[in-house]
C-alpha cells in the first residue's frame, strides 16, 4: 500500500496518514460486520451470555457452532464494542449486546434481523445503479417494488413487520412523552403497523380512544390486547393513500412518509386533512434534518431508503412544502433525543 506522502499534504503526518489508511480499510469491510452482528442475533449470543460471561467453547456448544471461528467473529464484535473478552478467554454482554438479547424491553434484535437480511444487503448492492438512474436498487436486483414483493412473499412481510416493530419501540415511548396529546378525542396511527406507538399513546392518556389504520397482515399481530386499553381501540385495515378513518383529533405519520415520493406522500397528507376534526392536527414523525444536526443513523437510514422506495428523508422546507399540497401548514417541530422529530401540522 502507497502511504501518502505528508509533505504533498501539509495538515497530514505520518501517523494520521497511516490512522486515515486503517480507518478506510477498516469501514471498507463494514459488510463483514453486519454479518457478524447478524449470526450474534441468529445464534442467540446475548441471550446465553446473560446469565454471565462464557467461553467460545462454551457457546460454540450451545449454538452448534465452530469454536476457533466463533472466537473469531466474537472478538471482531468485540472490537466494536459489541462484547467484551477478559482476560480469560470470557466474553462479557456490554450495554450495546444487551440490545441483541431476545424478548427484553428495548430489544433490537429482530431489528438487526431485518436490516443485515439478504434482501436490504441485494439493495444496497445496487448502490452504484442507483446513484445513476436515480431509482432504488430494491426493484432492480429483485424484480418488483419493495412493498409489492412484500405483499407477495409472506416471509419477507412478516420479518419487515416484526423488525420494523421493534426498530420503533425506543421511539413509540419518547413520542408519546413528548408531544402533547389531547386529554380526550381519537387518536388514528396511519400506517401505524402492529400498534406499540399508540399502545403508548392509549397507556399515558386514559381519555384517548385510537384507530389502527393498516394493511390486515399487520393488524392481525397487534399489540394492543391489554387489560387497560379494552373498548378504547380498533384496528382498522385500509389504504390511507385514499382515505383515512374520518373525525380524529389527530393522524400520526410515524415513519410513514419518507418511504414514498412527494406525490403519494401529498394523497397521505390530503385524505389526512380531509379526515380532520376541528381544531385537529396531523403530526409527522420522522428524520427531519437541520444544519449541523443529523444523529445517527439518521444519513445511513436515508442511503437505505434510497436503496429501497422511492420516498426520501425531508428537510422543514420541503415538508412544507408536502403540506401545502395537501392543505396543511405546520405549527412547529419538536425534537426528541432519539434520531426523529415530531413535526405537527394543522388546516391550512
Known amino acids: 500500500m502507497n502511504t501518502p506522502n505528508p509533505t504533498d499534504h501539509p495538515d497530514l503526518t505520518e501517523a494520521t496518514a497511516h490512522a486515515g489508511a486503517a480507518h478506510l480499510i477498516e469501514q471498507s469491510l463494514g459488510h463483514l460486520y453486519s454479518a457478524a452482528l447478524r449470526l450474534a442475533a441468529v445464534h442467540h449470543l446475548a441471550d446465553h451470555l446473560a446469565g454471565g460471561p462464557r467461553t467460545a467453547a462454551e457457546l460454540a456448544r450451545l449454538t452448534g457452532t465452530d469454536a476457533a471461528f466463533l472466537r473469531r467473529c466474537l472478538r471482531y464484535l468485540a472490537s466494536r464494542g459489541i462484547f467484551r473478552e477478559d482476560g480469560n478467554g470470557a466474553f462479557h454482554l456490554t450495554p450495546a449486546a444487551q440490545f441483541l438479547r431476545a424478548g427484553v424491553p428495548g430489544s433490537l434484535r429482530d431489528a438487526v434481523l431485518l436490516l443485515t437480511d439478504g ?172 444544519p449541523g444536526h443529523t444523529p445517527p443513523p439518521g444519513e445511513a437510514l436515508d442511503v437505505a431508503m434510497m436503496t429501497l422506495v422511492t420516498g426520501r428523508r425531508r428537510g422543514p422546507k420541503e415538508l412544507d412544502g408536502l403540506f401545502a399540497r395537501a392543505g396543511l401548514r405546520r405549527t412547529r417541530i419538536l425534537r426528541t433525543p432519539a434520531f426523529a422529530s415530531l413535526v405537527e401540522a394543522v388546516a391550512a
Open 119 to 290: 434482501l436490504f444487503v441485494r439493495a444496497s448492492s445496487a448502490l452504484d445503479a442507483t446513484i445513476r438512474t436515480g431509482r432504488p436498487g430494491f426493484p432492480q436486483v429483485v424484480g418488483a417494488p419493495f412493498f409489492e414483493y412484500l405483499k407477495e412473499d409472506a416471509t419477507a412481510r412478516e420479518l419487515f413487520d416484526t423488525g420494523m416493530a421493534a426498530f420503533a419501540e425506543p421511539l413509540d415511548a419518547l413520542v408519546a412523552g413528548t408531544y402533547p396529546f389531547p386529554e380526550r378525542g381519537t387518536v388514528v396511527d396511519v400506517g401505524g403497523g402492529r400498534g406499540g406507538l399508540l399502545r403508548q399513546v392509549l397507556r399515558r392518556h386514559p381519555g384517548l380512544t385510537g384507530v389502527l389504520l393498516d394493511r390486515a397482515p399487520a393488524l392481525a399481530d397487534h399489540v394492543l390486547d391489554e387489560p387497560g386499553l379494552v373498548g378504547r381501540w380498533r384496528a382498522e385495515p385500509g389504504d390511507p393513500f385514499t382515505a383515512v378513518p374520518d373525525g380524529a383529533d389527530v393522524y400520526v405519520l410515524q415513519r410513514v412518509l419518507h418511504a414514498w415520493d412527494d406525490d403519494a406522500a401529498v394523497r397521505v397528507l390530503a385524505a389526512c386533512r380531509r379526515g380532520l376534526a376541528p381544531a385537529g392536527r396531523v403530526l409527522v414523525v420522522d428524520v427531519v434534518p437541520v
